[in-house]
């Protein structure tokens, strides 16, 4: 009987001492899930190397169900969320975002904000940031501005509005215009206008087939001068071809009439020197048949001699 106690005493001390083993290992188990928890978490990377804060100042005509933790894209690829959206004094919202370190470089002052929807008019919205290339960021103070992306379902509703703005007057119009017509067709119905008149009464027809046959009868008077009239075209048509005949021969023989114009011209402008030589020579030649009438070998008296007296005007009392 005692070494049945004995031996009742000793086995809850065995098991006491297994269970501390087994309550550590859990503990330590628990830890280790702990810190692959953390680190896939990303919590521990978050400690090691904060992310960098960027604000955004969002449109004051609305943020497009834009919420706290909401992604933000650059590139198509996912680099950081928003973390808080706030209201300042001047009743401006604005959003601050966290950014992977890694795409800081990325973020440039020229790069632009653009909230979207995740299937264009429908899902959670988005911030799309544009990679930039001017200015380094100053990440102490990293501010842009956001804007909204037109949603198609809007302007496919502005667009039908305008639409409805222009075809209402058209339709407006259109009525008008309809009920014009139908005062026109009732008052020719009703034999008022001269429309109306031409259809109720026949007297206008009649007298446009009485006209229509006085021209035909004049058109038959005029059939007999036409063959005249042919006749005599025919003759100017002829007469055009001389003329034309004519008209080529002058233009042939002008160059000719140039040239005779030409000689005329040189010939007239020799005329006064051979005038001039014509007039020396029958002056010359007077003399020479005064000398000849005047030699004694031709019978002629010879020179005379002059005389010592004087004439009678000369004398004086």
Same mark, same amino acid.
């Given at each position: 009987?005692?070494?049945?106690?004995?031996?009742?005493?000793?086995?809850? &001390?065995?098991?006491?001492?297994?269970?501390?083993?087994?309550?550590?290992?859990?503990?330590?188990?628990?830890?280790?899930?702990?810190?692959?928890?953390?680190?896939?978490?990303?919590?521990?990377?978050?400690?090691?190397? $904060?992310?960098?804060?960027?604000?955004?100042?969002?449109?004051?005509?609305?943020?497009?169900?834009?919420?706290?933790?909401?992604?933000?894209?650059?590139?198509?690829?996912?680099?950081?969320?928003?973390?808080?959206?706030?209201?300042?004094?001047?009743?401006?919202?604005?959003?601050?975002?966290?950014?992977?370190?890694?795409?800081?470089?990325?973020?440039?002052?020229?790069?632009?904000?653009?909230?979207?929807?995740?299937?264009?008019?429908?899902?959670?919205?988005?911030?799309?940031?544009?990679?930039?290339?001017?200015?380094?960021?100053?990440?102490?103070?990293?501010?842009?501005?956001?804007?909204?992306?037109?949603? $198609?379902?809007?302007?496919?509703?502005?667009?039908?509005?305008?639409?409805?703005?222009?075809?209402?007057?058209?339709?407006?119009?259109?009525?008008?215009?309809?009920?014009?017509?139908?005062?026109?067709?009732?008052?020719?119905?009703?034999?008022?206008?001269?429309?109306?008149?031409?259809?109720?009464?026949?007297? &206008?027809?009649?007298?446009?087939?009485?006209?229509?046959?006085?021209?035909?009868?004049?058109?038959?008077? &005029?059939?007999?001068?036409?063959?005249?009239?042919?006749?005599?075209?025919?003759?100017?048509?002829?007469?055009?071809?001389?003329?034309?005949?004519?008209?080529?021969?002058?233009?042939?023989?002008?160059?000719?009439?140039?040239?005779?114009?030409?000689?005329?011209?040189?010939?007239?402008?020799?005329?006064?020197?051979?005038?001039?030589?014509?007039?020396?020579?029958?002056?010359?030649?007077?003399?020479?048949?005064?000398?000849?009438?005047?030699?004694?070998?031709?019978?002629?008296?010879?020179?005379?001699?002059?005389?010592?007296? &004087?004439?009678?005007?000369?004398?004086? $009392?």
């Amino acid at each position: 009987m005692i070494r049945l106690r004995h031996h009742d005493r000793a086995q809850p &001390l065995l098991r006491v001492r297994f269970t501390d083993e087994w309550i550590g290992l859990l503990v330590l188990l628990c830890l280790a899930v702990f810190v692959a928890a953390v680190v896939e978490a990303g919590i521990l990377r978050n400690w090691l190397t $904060p992310a960098a804060q960027l604000r955004l100042t969002l449109p004051e005509n609305g943020i497009a169900g834009l919420a706290v933790g909401n992604d933000i894209e650059l590139m198509g690829t996912r680099v950081g969320s928003i973390r808080a959206v706030h209201l300042n004094q001047n009743s401006q919202m604005y959003a601050v975002a966290n950014i992977d370190p890694q795409f800081k470089s990325f973020v440039r002052k020229d790069s632009t904000v653009t909230i979207r929807r995740r299937f264009v008019v429908a899902g959670a919205s988005y911030i799309d940031l544009s990679r930039g290339h001017g200015e380094q960021m100053d990440w102490e103070f990293a501010e842009l501005p956001a804007k909204v992306e037109p949603n $198609p379902a809007d302007m496919i509703t502005h667009t039908l509005a305008d639409i409805e703005k222009q075809v209402v007057p058209i339709m407006h119009n259109a009525e008008a215009i309809t009920a014009d017509l139908k005062t026109v067709t009732d008052n020719i119905k009703a034999g008022r206008g001269s429309v109306g008149e031409l259809l109720s009464d026949d007297t &206008l027809l009649k007298r446009a087939d009485a006209t229509v046959l006085t021209l035909q009868e004049t058109i038959e008077r &005029l059939k007999p001068i036409e063959g005249q009239v042919t006749g005599v075209l025919n003759k100017a048509d002829g007469t055009m071809a001389n003329l034309r005949a004519t008209s080529a021969d002058v233009h042939r023989m002008t160059p000719d009439i140039h040239d005779t114009i030409r000689h005329a011209d040189a010939a007239t402008a020799q005329l006064p020197a051979l005038l001039t030589q014509a007039e020396a020579t029958a002056g010359s030649l007077k003399k020479l048949s005064d000398q000849l009438r005047g030699l004694w070998l031709l019978g002629g008296g010879g020179q005379k001699t002059p005389s010592r007296r &004087l004439p009678p005007r000369a004398i004086a $009392p």
